[in-house]
Nanobody, 120 residues
């Protein structure tokens, strides 16, 4: 089994910054891609940013130029600058992994979520 543990959420004023972190641990695995999604109250979960094992990144249009995703081995980070009230949501870490369980198999994992609240 693999666990994703997130940290770094909190309350910040509009225009401020936060940095989210997510660490993967557990069974033997390799990383295909990791990313961040968010879900605001009453809305569907949406993609924020992803990063592949090769370092390619993808961002939602709403966060381009403000958020930066990066990865360091088994950790993924989301640097969020110029935060807006509409960025308020629970942010979830996601990992697309190959896990060795007698043989290599692909699995997708979610973290428990971390609350980000941006006040106006």
């Amino acid at each position: 089994q693999v666990q994703l543990v997130e940290s770094g959420g909190g309350l910040v004023q509009a225009g401020g910054s936060l940095r989210l972190s997510c660490a993967a641990s557990g069974s033997i695995f390799t990383i295909n891609a990791m990313g961040w999604y968010r879900q605001a109250p009453g809305k569907q979960r949406e993609l924020v940013a992803t990063i592949t094992s090769g370092g390619s990144t993808n961002y939602a249009d709403s966060v381009k130029g403000r958020f930066t995703i990066s990865r360091d081995n088994v950790k993924v980070y989301l640097q969020m600058n110029s935060l807006k009230p509409e960025d308020t949501a629970v942010y979830y870490c996601n990992a697309d992994l190959k896990v060795f369980q007698s043989r290599w198999q692909s699995f997708n994992y979610w973290g428990q979520g971390t609350q980000v609240t941006v006040s106006s």
